[in-house]
């Protein structure tokens, strides 16, 4: 197989237990072997971070104190290559085989540049892992039953939002949401962002856009919740801004499951 054109760029604020069982699996499906930009983010680093990114070749980026999500992902994409990055989190493994993970991954590419979306998921479908907040909303809201009905009926703006959620859920969720959700290829969908939130798990992003638009914006945002008193973009971009813009997203059958293996404070 030969080197796809994107960068893979990892965020790891302490939880070594879990960036060590990631990178393994990286190694051992192939990811690792796809790119020669390979990049940990370390804020707040310990001299056992830096040698696990670098047992698995891992160029290790060094922040002398946490500074949250939004900011360790910010510094993160700005040391990497213009052009299509992977960015995620030290808790995410790699599920799917190489062919698999080679196959989605360069579909990914290709459509991220050919429909213009500003973000590819590309978390498991089958095996999300935990927890799955929007998951749990999207049923609660669409589910067939008179609970369900009644909520949408209560709630249709609340329940609007959610419909992105069901290429998670339903086998052919373009046939139950078929105004809001187009299929590309087979388990590949695109979905408004007036559907669906902004996710910070597992995303396929082109940097300079993720720059200049989402990180610009979401340090624009005042908000009164935080994560260990940090933005975390997510948080920010949950906002009339993000609906109103209609920005694509790109689903896909996804790659990592999120497993996370210890606490790290939140």
């Given at each position: 197989?030969?080197?796809?054109?994107?960068?893979?760029?990892i965020?790891?604020?302490?939880?070594?237990?879990?960036?060590?069982?990631?990178?393994?699996?990286?190694?051992?499906?192939?990811?690792?072997?796809?790119?020669n930009?390979?990049?940990?983010?370390?804020?707040?680093?310990?001299?056992e971070?830096i040698?696990?990114?670098k047992?698995?070749?891992?160029?290790?980026?060094?922040?002398?104190?946490?500074?949250?999500?939004?900011?360790g992902?910010?510094?993160?994409?700005?040391?990497?290559?213009?052009?299509?990055?992977?960015?995620?989190?030290?808790?995410?493994?790699?599920?799917?085989?190489?062919?698999?993970?080679?196959?989605?991954?360069?579909?990914?590419i290709?459509?991220l540049?050919?429909?213009?979306?500003?973000?590819?998921?590309?978390r498991?479908?089958?095996?999300?892992?935990?927890?799955?907040?929007?998951l749990?909303?999207?049923?609660?809201?669409?589910?067939?039953?008179?609970?369900?009905?009644?909520?949408?009926?209560?709630?249709p703006?609340k329940?609007?939002k959610l419909?992105?959620?069901?290429?998670?859920?339903?086998e052919?969720?373009?046939?139950?949401?078929?105004?809001?959700?187009?299929?590309?290829?087979?388990?590949f969908?695109?979905?408004?962002?007036s559907?669906?939130?902004?996710a910070?798990?597992?995303?396929?992003?082109?940097?300079?856009?993720?720059?200049?638009t989402i990180i610009?914006?979401?340090?624009q945002?005042?908000?009164?919740?935080h994560?260990?008193?940090?933005k975390?973009?997510?948080i920010?971009?949950?906002?009339?801004?993000?609906?109103?813009?209609?920005?694509?997203?790109l689903?896909?059958?996804?790659?990592?499951k999120?497993?996370?293996?210890?606490?790290?404070?939140?």
């Open positions: 197989m030969n080197e796809l054109s994107f960068a893979i760029g965020l790891s604020w302490r939880g070594y237990d879990s960036l060590e069982n990631s990178l393994y699996s990286y190694k051992k499906n192939g990811l690792s072997d796809m790119t930009h390979k990049f940990v983010c370390l804020p707040d680093f310990t001299e971070g040698k696990i990114a047992k698995y070749n891992y160029k290790p980026i060094l922040i002398n104190n946490n500074i949250g999500i939004l900011e992902f910010k510094f993160l994409a700005e040391q990497m290559p213009q052009g299509p990055i992977l960015l995620l989190e030290n808790d995410l493994e790699l599920i799917e085989n190489k062919k698999e993970t080679y196959a989605q991954l360069q579909k990914s290709k459509l540049n050919e429909h213009r979306v500003i973000q590819v998921r590309l498991s479908k089958i095996n999300p892992g935990e927890p799955f907040v929007g749990k909303k999207y049923k609660n809201y669409w589910s067939s039953n008179i609970i369900s009905r009644i909520k949408r009926l209560l709630r703006f329940a609007r419909i992105g959620t069901s290429t998670y859920h339903h052919e969720p373009d046939k139950i949401h078929p105004n809001f959700v187009k299929k590309i290829y087979e388990g969908y695109i979905v408004p962002s559907v669906l939130t902004w910070n798990l597992a995303i396929l992003v082109d940097r300079d856009i993720y720059l200049e610009k914006k979401a340090e945002i005042k908000s009164k919740k994560i260990n008193g940090f975390n973009i997510e920010e971009l949950n906002n009339s801004w993000w609906r109103n813009k209609q920005f694509k997203i689903i896909t059958p996804g790659l990592f999120h497993n996370r293996l210890s606490h790290r404070g939140y």
